[in-house]
């Protein structure tokens, strides 16, 4: 009789694993790609431009080193906005390899680009130079999900600290009254 | 021969006992996992604590807890996506993304949002984010600058807001509320305005008083201070 009870009690309990093991299974999975999001503020002169304005990066956490970007901001104050899609290839040294795989702008394609791939090597410091313009950058930079700064800041490089002694001046021409958007 | 048997009988009902303690100790084990993994969905989606901001009169707010949902929607997906099935999922948590889209419905302002520095703002109908300033919902003090007049004008009308409007924050990802504490005018080498801060406030900056035109500027600057409320809607394109 105890030895029947032994046998029951054994498989009722295996039955309930089985059944919690089940019950985890079930709970509900995202199937949309996993990202990681790194915000790059970047204020550069070079080249007779200037460019202020975010890239919004998400980097693929799955290892398939997808990123899907954004740029949004100003060319010579002018405003602009551009996305597109690349790859970042990482080695165990360090170096990424970024290629660019789809830019979405207007009457513009990839072929235009000086250059669609770029690889940055260890020991860089957080100065790069891009098409000959030194550039400072503020923040880690890593492959994904190994702890990369959530916001990285790119200046010219040897720009320093900012000193600000007067509030914007936002003025306009007292004759020319703005226009509320309607 | 009979004694022989009952030993092996009690043998074997001792190891059954056993396995069906260990059975026991892991089924109890299983379920306790099971029941933990419950209770924390359970208060991510419904998180109990309130969040409270202290702004300078010693008024607490009640922030918004950042909702746990993603929002995958197509508005919100920052890059055109190839198919659905494989979108960038916006972060559950608070990101830092930058401001979009500035609206005050008090004064029917809405007007996008760029980066911009001090001395190079936008030159377009935009609103200059400064560089350096904070992320929208996040602890410090978000500067936000924009024309008075001109051709770019957008904040023609910023001296007409009153304490309590709000002030609306769009980025990718979420609409956010800040609430207007404190309107004053002050002079153009008042820094302190722009300052850093722990709070998690915004500063909206334009220029007022009489027109100099030795300098061109104005002689005063407007200065809009509004406390974070949390966030109005996920989905900030949407």
Same mark, same amino acid.
């Given at each position: 009789?105890k030895?029947?009870?032994?046998v029951?009690?054994?498989?009722?309990?295996?039955?309930?694993l089985l059944?919690?093991s089940?019950v985890?299974?079930?709970?509900?999975?995202?199937?949309?790609?996993?990202?990681?999001?790194?915000?790059v503020l970047?204020?550069?002169e070079?080249?007779?431009?200037r460019?202020?304005?975010?890239y919004?990066?998400?980097?693929?956490?799955?290892?398939s080193?997808?990123?899907?970007w954004?740029?949004?901001?100003?060319l010579?104050?002018?405003?602009e906005?551009?996305?597109g899609?690349a790859?970042?290839?990482?080695?165990?040294?360090?170096?990424?390899?970024?290629?660019?795989?789809?830019? /979405?702008y207007p009457?513009?394609?990839?072929?235009?680009l000086?250059?669609?791939r770029?690889?940055?090597?260890p020991?860089?410091?957080?100065l790069?130079?891009?098409?000959?313009?030194?550039l400072?950058?503020?923040?880690?930079?890593?492959?994904?999900t190994?702890?990369s700064?959530p916001?990285?800041?790119v200046t /010219?490089?040897?720009?320093?600290?900012?000193?600000?002694?007067?509030?914007?001046?936002?003025?306009?021409?007292?004759n020319?009254?703005?226009?509320?958007?309607p | 021969?009979?004694?022989?048997n009952i030993s092996?009988?009690w043998h074997?009902?001792f190891?059954m006992?056993?396995?069906?303690?260990?059975?026991i100790?892991?089924?109890?084990?299983?379920?306790?996992?099971?029941?933990l993994?419950?209770?924390?969905?359970?208060?991510?989606l419904n998180?109990? +604590?309130?969040?409270l901001?202290?702004?300078?009169?010693?008024?607490?707010?009640?922030?918004a807890?950042?909702?746990p949902?993603?929002v995958?929607t197509?508005?919100?997906?920052?890059?055109?996506a190839? %198919?659905?099935g494989?979108?960038?999922?916006?972060?559950?948590?608070l990101?830092?993304l930058?401001?979009?889209r500035l609206i005050?419905p008090s004064?029917?302002?809405?007007?996008?949002? +760029?980066?911009? %520095?001090?001395?190079?703002?936008?030159?377009?109908r935009g609103?200059?984010w400064?560089?350096?300033?904070?992320f929208?919902g996040?602890?410090?003090?978000m500067?936000l600058?924009?024309?008075?007049?001109?051709?770019?004008?957008?904040?023609?009308?910023?001296?007409r807001?009153?304490p309590?409007? %709000?002030?609306l924050?769009q980025?990718?990802a979420?609409?956010?509320?800040?609430?207007?504490?404190t309107?004053?005018?002050?002079?153009p080498n008042?820094?302190l305005?722009m300052a850093?801060? %722990?709070? +998690?406030?915004?500063?909206?900056i334009?220029c007022?008083?009489?027109w100099?035109?030795?300098r061109q500027t104005?002689?005063?600057?407007?200065?809009?201070?509004?406390?974070?409320e949390?966030?109005v809607?996920?989905?900030?394109?949407g």
């Amino acid at each position: 009789m105890k030895r029947i009870s032994a046998v029951r009690i054994g498989l009722f309990l295996a039955l309930c694993l089985l059944f919690s093991s089940a019950v985890a299974e079930e709970r509900p999975t995202t199937v949309s790609l996993s990202t990681e999001l790194l915000t790059v503020l970047a204020d550069v002169e070079g080249l007779g431009h200037r460019m202020t304005g975010v890239y919004i990066i998400r980097r693929a956490t799955d290892g398939s080193g997808r990123v899907f970007w954004r740029f949004r901001g100003m060319l010579d104050g002018e405003f602009e906005e551009v996305d597109g899609e690349a790859f970042e290839r990482w080695s165990l040294d360090g170096d990424v390899t970024v290629e660019l795989t789809k830019f /979405n702008y207007p009457n513009f394609t990839l072929d235009k680009l000086p250059a669609r791939r770029m690889t940055l090597m260890p020991g860089w410091d957080g100065l790069i130079v891009i098409a000959g313009v030194p550039l400072a950058v503020k923040g880690e930079f890593k492959a994904p999900t190994a702890g990369s700064s959530p916001v990285l800041v790119v200046t /010219n490089a040897g720009r320093g600290a900012r000193v600000i002694t007067e509030l914007p001046n936002t003025a306009g021409s007292p004759n020319l009254e703005g226009v509320q958007q309607p | 021969m009979k004694g022989r048997n009952i030993s092996i009988f009690w043998h074997h009902s001792f190891v059954m006992v056993g396995l069906a303690i260990a059975l026991i100790l892991l089924g109890i084990g299983a379920a306790y996992m099971v029941w933990l993994n419950m209770l924390r969905d359970q208060e991510r989606l419904n998180p109990s +604590t309130e969040r409270l901001l202290e702004v300078s009169d010693g008024q607490r707010i009640p922030l918004a807890q950042p909702d746990p949902t993603p929002v995958p929607t197509a508005e919100a997906v920052p890059v055109a996506a190839p %198919d659905p099935g494989n979108t960038p999922e916006p972060s559950a948590t608070l990101e830092m993304l930058p401001p979009e889209r500035l609206i005050i419905p008090s004064i029917n302002v809405d007007w996008p949002i +760029t980066l911009a %520095d001090v001395d190079h703002l936008p030159k377009f109908r935009g609103v200059g984010w400064i560089f350096g300033s904070a992320f929208p919902g996040m602890p410090g003090n978000m500067v936000l600058t924009g024309h008075v007049g001109g051709p770019y004008a957008t904040l023609t009308h910023l001296h007409r807001v009153q304490p309590g409007d %709000d002030i609306l924050v769009q980025t990718e990802a979420a609409m956010h509320r800040y609430r207007v504490q404190t309107i004053y005018e002050t002079t153009p080498n008042d820094v302190l305005a722009m300052a850093p801060s %722990d709070k +998690t406030i915004a500063t909206l900056i334009t220029c007022s008083g009489d027109w100099i035109p030795e300098r061109q500027t104005n002689e005063r600057r407007l200065i809009v201070v509004a406390a974070y409320e949390g966030i109005v809607q996920e989905g900030g394109k949407g």
